[in-house]
């Protein structure tokens, strides 16, 4: 079965610091993944996906993810983290091939502090 | 362009009654997704539409759960003698194809309320 994992349910950074959010996944093939951020009262905005090639994907608002197949984590990055990054965010995995509905992380408050 | 649209954006409803919540799509966008999300969780996949067709139904919970995309665009989300664990936003989502690296486009949601 497919599964996703945030291990942390809120991360605290000063703003200007590096920022991490971490994801694990669990598919038995090959997996696609996505990170989405939720703002208060809004849907989900897509900021970056992995689909194949090469492990470090960049996206939207300065964010970045590295796919690590070993480690089965896409672990989301951004050098220099702004007050208006406060946020939750998701990630998602589906599996290639097998289906295309997304399974979701229960998600990471993001709290960046001035 | 016009994102994925979803009306009503929030209802209030009474334990036994029937809601119907619309979902409009991104232009050209075939394949329409319905999640749902509770409060502290993330979105759980309700039904997935190829066009007309609903492709995946494995996340409805129970009959009382029904899904429509009767022209291929806009689908509607029904569910009938609604119980107060329904309470959830409930999330629709569009992509171009149903291919498996599309991304999916999601709307704002409507935020269902059972008493």
């Known amino acids: 079965a497919q599964s996703v994992a945030q291990p942390e349910d809120q991360v605290n950074v000063a703003e200007g610091n590096p920022l991490t959010v971490k994801c694990t996944y669990s598919?038995?093939?090959?997996?696609?993944l996505f990170w989405y951020v939720q703002y208060p009262n809004r849907g989900l905005q897509f900021l970056l996906k992995?689909?194949?090639?090469?492990?470090l994907v960049k996206g939207s608002y300065g964010f970045e993810a590295e796919f690590n197949k070993s480690q089965t984590s896409f672990h989301l990055k951004k050098p220099s983290a702004l007050v208006s990054d406060s946020a939750l965010y998701f990630c998602?995995?589906?599996?290639?091939?097998?289906?295309?509905?997304?399974?979701f992380g229960t998600g990471t408050l993001l709290a960046v502090q001035p | 362009g016009a994102g994925v649209s979803q009306t009503p954006s929030n209802k209030v409803t009474e334990k036994g009654k029937y809601v119907e919540l619309r979902c409009d799509p991104i232009?050209?966008?075939?394949?329409l997704y319905w999640y749902r999300q509770s409060l502290g969780q993330g979105p759980e996949f309700l039904i997935y539409?190829?066009?007309?067709?609903?492709?995946?139904d494995s996340g409805l919970p129970n009959d009382r759960f029904f899904a429509v995309r009767p022209e291929g665009s806009v689908s509607t989300l029904k569910i009938q003698r609604t119980e107060r664990g329904d309470s959830a936003v409930y999330l629709c989502?569009?992509?171009?194809?149903?291919?498996?690296?599309?991304?999916?486009?999601f709307g704002p949601g409507t935020r269902l309320t059972v008493l």
């Open positions: 989502a569009s992509s171009p194809t149903s291919g498996g690296a599309d991304t999916q486009y």
């Open positions: 598919v038995s093939g090959n997996p696609y």
């Open positions: 992995y689909i194949t090639g090469d492990n």
């Open positions: 998602a995995v589906r599996e290639a091939g097998a289906t295309n509905k997304l399974i």
């Open positions: 232009s050209g966008h075939t394949a």
């Open positions: 539409f190829q066009g007309t067709g609903a492709a995946d």
